[in-house]
């Protein structure tokens, strides 16, 4: 009963809400804070595992009635809330006004009720009216053209996603769901935990088609402005590297969820990938490093930063020795000649100077182990400002180091490839059939260009 009488609570609050329309805040003496990631949820404790309850949108401002100690999540004065002020992690918006005047009310929270026992709206469209309402549990799954797991990969979708299910198989086993910008794709029920009745859906088998391949023609994937250069000391460190037994056919990732497989490079070891005419030639890069590209090792996870890599905490301990960072693991293990280097997704409640820290030790450690670092740019912008792909492009200036600009490849595409707000839309690794128009398909062929370029740079 009470677990009902919640969900209506939770549900009548934002069909309210999104009703009202919320108006820019400006009286003397107010702080309010304005939504400057595409979309968000609103929480009902200050913690990402806190309950989802509304959603908001780009532009959206409201005045801020409370904040944690350390000001990472504010809370707002949303109008048709009904169980008290929402949170928001406040580097999703910029400040106006003296948020140190704002009283403390609240501390981050770590535990949290079940968040799949209480309704979540989408945070990448506007939510749309639906019985049936479906969240992603597992951590990533495809969005097929057809309730047939052998049918075609659409999309790609990931924990916490949440959306209206238009329709179900015969059997109850599949759902068709309403995704982005009227896209459809289904998806296995056992994979998500569904709010309303299935029973209720209408039957469907339809087949859904994968979004139109129609981006710019201007997609710098050969650009210089978005692969690397070899500097002088770039080849020294190389060859540092190789005096002290660095493997030459190995490469380590460093990153983060947009770092890991089955989605970055991992194609390229498992041969789901095609290259075509134009781009055969990477073939003699893919040979020469089999066996790094499925391989995420001990410095690729999710929720990985700049602080967290170098935290003997965050190290695995089936294959990390004790003490050892996730950062000194993955040399050890792995002796890579160079590393890809993407990190910041997961920082940006750190200042500029906490996160060029952070990646100066990482590039320091490294390239006194003679491990060649490739730094990467990345498209989301959660930091505000862009903060940190300026200084990852000052710092690859400064240290003379490969830079493989991501950003500016993946912002040439619709919705800068984004599926949400830091996952890159999928796209399979085929680069044969035309103009690219997915996240995954240019961040994948672009990552492998940067290494071609790079490997055959420093010989």
């Not at 790609?156 to 109850?172: E, I, K």
């Not at 190995?250 to 990153?255: D, E, H, L, R």
Request: charged content about 15%; hydrophobic content about 40%.
């Amino acid at each position: 009963m009470l677990k009902n009488a919640l969900r209506l609570s939770l549900a009548l609050g934002f069909a309210l809400a999104m009703l009202i329309t919320q108006q820019p805040l400006s009286a003397a003496g107010l702080t309010t804070l304005t939504v400057t990631v595409k979309s968000t949820f609103l929480r009902a404790q200050p913690g990402f595992g806190a309950i989802a309850a509304y959603s908001v949108f780009k532009g959206q401002s409201y005045t801020v009635l409370g904040r944690t100690a350390d000001s990472s999540w504010v809370q707002l004065d949303f109008a048709g809330a009904t169980t008290g002020a929402p949170w928001i992690f406040s580097s999703y918006g910029s400040i106006t006004g003296d948020l140190a005047a704002v009283p403390v009310t609240g501390v981050v929270q770590t535990n949290f009720v079940n968040a799949a026992d209480v309704p979540i709206f989408s945070s990448t469209s506007t939510p749309r009216s639906a019985n049936v309402q479906y969240t992603v549990t597992v951590k990533s799954l495809f969005g097929l053209a057809a309730p047939d797991p052998q049918a075609s990969r659409v999309y790609s979708l990931f924990r916490g996603q949440s959306y209206p299910a238009a329709a179900r198989s015969t059997d109850s086993n599949w759902l068709l769901l309403n995704l982005w910008g009227g896209a459809q794709a289904w998806v296995a029920t056992v994979n998500g935990s569904v709010q309303g009745s299935i029973a209720d859906l209408p039957t469907d088998t339809a087949i859904v088609s994968a979004p139109a391949a129609t981006p710019p023609p201007s997609v710098p994937t050969t650009s210089a402005a978005v692969l690397p250069t070899v500097s002088a000391r770039a080849r020294s460190i190389y060859h540092l590297g190789l005096s002290l037994g660095n493997n030459p056919r190995a490469f380590s990732k460093i990153g983060d969820c947009n770092s890991v497989a089955p989605f970055f490079l991992a194609p390229f070891d498992t041969g789901d990938y095609r290259l075509g005419a134009t781009y055969a030639p990477l073939q003699a890069t893919i040979d020469n490093f089999a066996g790094s590209f499925n391989r995420d090792g001990a410095a690729a996870h999710i929720g990985l930063n700049v602080d967290s890599i170098m935290d003997p905490d965050w190290a695995d301990p089936h294959i990390c020795l004790t003490g050892e960072t996730p950062l000194s693991c993955e040399v050890r293990i792995q002796k890579p000649s160079l590393a890809i280097i993407s990190l910041g997704t997961n920082g940006s409640w750190q200042t500029n100077d906490q996160y060029e820290t952070g990646m100066r030790h990482i590039l320091d450690q490294l390239i006194s182990q003679g491990v060649l670092p490739i730094l990467s740019t990345k498209v989301d912008n959660l930091e505000g400002g862009d903060r940190f792909n300026q200084i990852v492009i000052r710092l690859a200036s400064e240290y003379q180091l490969p830079l493989w600009d991501f950003a500016s490849a993946a912002r040439a595409l619709p919705g800068d490839g984004l599926a949400d707000t830091y996952h890159p839309t999928w796209g399979r690794a085929y680069f044969d059939n035309g103009p690219l128009f997915a996240g995954w398909q240019v961040r994948n062929l672009t990552a492998l260009q940067s290494l071609d370029i790079v490997w055959r740079g420093v010989k």
